[in-house]
T-cell receptor, first 116, second 113 residues
């Protein structure tokens, strides 16, 4: 149980392109979804937290106009990297959680984004 | 304020020998604690969780962890390492009333044949 599907697993595109990443909870309803960025050999860095039907809460230093998050249903959240540039290249991971903060997050397999 | 310390950035063990990955935390209230494993270019998989029930928690793949409040520790152990255990391990702390979780810096586990 508690499966989270993240697509695509890898994206390679030109600078200036916008890229959308999907995160779906397949067998549970996610009250909260999270988006992380992970640099090589480092821990996860939280970018934003989103609850279904409300605006995402972005962490300090994360540009909300650059990283658009939509959480339209209890099973789907999307992250759109707008006008991506090489410095946006990274490993992006989503997670989903049912219930309060003491419940575990369940993670997708991540998306490797490479901007040329 | 919450924080998580993983004392070893890298641990190397021989196949078949015990594994010990250390985690210490600080939390203002009664925390929930988790261990996750990440294989290369993959997301994180939940190994086990502590949420104020039994202090010795058993997880998947033979891992277990013991919550010691007096030592503010939640160390991860496994009696016998397998090659497939080689991965990055993250200790995570959260609180019921707090939406975010705090990740430790991670410990890279190598298993030598």
């Amino acid at each position: 149980g508690a499966v989270v599907s993240q697509h695509p697993s890898r994206v390679i595109c030109k600078s200036g392109t916008s890229v959308k990443i999907e995160c779906r909870s397949l067998d549970f309803q996610a009250t909260t979804m999270f988006w992380y960025r992970q640099f090589p050999k480092q821990s996860l860095m939280l970018m934003a937290t989103s609850n279904e039907g409300s605006k995402a809460t972005y962490e300090q230093g994360v540009e909300k106009d650059k990283f658009l998050i939509n959480h339209a249903s209890l099973t789907l959240s999307t992250l759109t990297v707008t006008s991506a540039h090489p410095e946006d290249s990274s490993f992006y991971i989503c997670s989903a959680r049912w219930g309060e903060g003491n419940q575990p997050q369940h993670f997708g397999d991540g998306t490797r984004l490479s901007i040329l | 304020a919450q924080s998580v310390t993983q004392l070893d950035s890298h641990v190397s063990v021989s196949e078949g020998t015990p594994v010990l990955l250390r985690c210490n935390y600080s939390s203002s209230y009664s925390p929930s604690l988790f261990w996750y494993v990440q294989h290369p270019n993959k997301g994180l998989q939940l190994l086990l969780k502590y949420t104020s029930a039994a202090t010795l928690v058993k997880g998947i793949n033979g891992f277990e962890a013991e919550f010691k409040k007096s030592e503010t520790s939640f160390h991860l152990t496994k009696p016998s390492a397998h090659m497939s255990d080689a991965a990055e391990y993250f200790c995570v702390v959260s609180e019921m009333s707090y939406d975010k979780v705090i990740f430790g810096p991670g410990t890279s586990l190598s298993v030598i044949p």
